[in-house]
């Protein structure tokens, strides 16, 4: 398990520390050194700044504000501190930040866990971890997004959840969270969450385990369930290196595919769907679902492979007549593939019997009056 501490943080992180801590470590500096300006002529810093640092505030506009110190400046001081010095600084840390962002506590050190490897896997599928907006995860499903932000507080420790909180700035709801806790997952896995196109290299180096709930995590955003199980995105690397952990887990794949719209598609083989589904499996629900009714025709189709054809359309008349009902909600009850039952309701809709309003998979099919 690996274990990240202070130093391994990103440079774009500032701290400040416990007020005690704080004139702890600047004292020993200054006994060190010979005092303030001989301090900041040692680090590359104005008088004025090493006093801002010590005195944790600085004055503009005769206001007053904190004063955060970067953490690449607390690097260049570590060869200088003594390891009683060292071993206290995690501890004496009260907030962290980034330029302008918000100030939150946490945790540290930071322990490689699922809860991690599921964080970075949702901002590859559907977050934002740019340099000016505040990060972002989006997904309409409900459950997902209280998992992100379980996992969350989880990773950083966070007993304030006012700074993970949620918006919905167009249709889709999104979990807004600090730019420090983006900055550093998007550093210590050596990946962006903008236009990502490769997956972290640890993950590959990780325990079965976290690559199966990474898996999992993207699967819930990018993957499908319909005549086939598979994933799509805009990155062959990203699919490329999917294949690749899939049959480390010895879970076949098909041949990559490309779309007009340049999408990159990867399926499950069908005789692995079963296999997917023990190892694998969804957490969203819907999806998670309809791999189960999936498996289900699977195992009637294994004992029962037809049905006389007056028999199902009669069905799914009778169930036409009590509501109008998705495809998927047809093949639900049915027991049929969506290509089987496709056959049934394309021939019903010639005849005139029936009609669809919508498109595609959204597809709503009703009694024609």
């Not at 887990?249 to 769907?273: A, H, P």
């Amino acid at each position: 398990m690996r274990i990240w501490h202070i130093w391994d943080l990103p440079d774009t992180i500032y701290i400040k520390f416990k007020e005690d801590y704080n004139k702890k470590l600047f004292h020993f500096l200054f006994e060190k050194f010979g005092g303030i300006r001989p301090t900041g002529r040692k680090f590359g810093l104005t008088q004025q700044g090493i006093k801002n640092y010590y005195r944790q505030y600085f004055k503009k506009n005769k206001r007053i504000y904190d004063q955060y110190i970067p953490l690449y400046i607390i690097k260049r001081f570590k060869p200088e501190l003594s390891n009683k010095i060292i071993n206290e600084l995690e501890e004496g840390i009260e907030f962290i930040s980034v330029r302008s962002g918000t100030r939150i506590k946490i945790k540290l050190s930071l322990m490689e866990s699922r809860e991690m490897y599921r964080i970075v896997a949702h901002m590859i599928g559907d977050g934002y971890g740019g340099i000016r907006k505040v990060p972002y995860y989006a997904n309409t499903c409900i459950q997902l997004r209280q998992q992100f932000k379980k996992d969350l507080i989880t990773i950083f420790g966070i007993k304030i959840k006012k700074y993970i909180y949620e918006t919905t700035p167009n249709t889709t709801p999104i979990v807004n969270f600090p730019k420090a806790l983006s900055d550093i997952l998007k550093h210590i896995f050596q990946i962006e969450f903008t236009r990502p196109n490769k997956l972290p290299i640890l993950l590959f180096g990780t325990s079965k385990e976290n690559k199966i709930e990474f898996i999992k995590a993207l699967f819930d955003d990018e993957g499908f369930v319909s005549t086939t199980v598979g994933i799509s995105m805009k990155s062959k690397n990203i699919i490329q290196q999917l294949k690749r952990l899939l049959e480390e887990l010895n879970i076949g794949t098909t041949n990559i595919s490309k779309s007009q719209r340049d999408i990159f598609t990867v399926n499950i083989q069908e005789k692995m769907v079963e296999k997917f589904q023990k190892i694998i499996n969804f957490d969203h629900p819907i999806k998670n679902k309809r791999l189960l009714i999936r498996m289900k025709i699977k195992n009637r189709n294994r004992t029962t492979r037809t049905r006389p054809l007056e028999y199902t359309r009669r069905r799914i008349l009778e169930l036409l007549k009590e509501k109008p009902s998705t495809t998927f909600e047809l093949c639900e009850v049915l027991l049929l593939s969506m290509g089987g039952l496709y056959h049934h309701l394309n021939y019903l809709e010639e005849n005139k019997v029936i009609e669809r309003t919508g498109f595609k998979n959204k597809a709503i099919w009703q009694l024609k009056a």
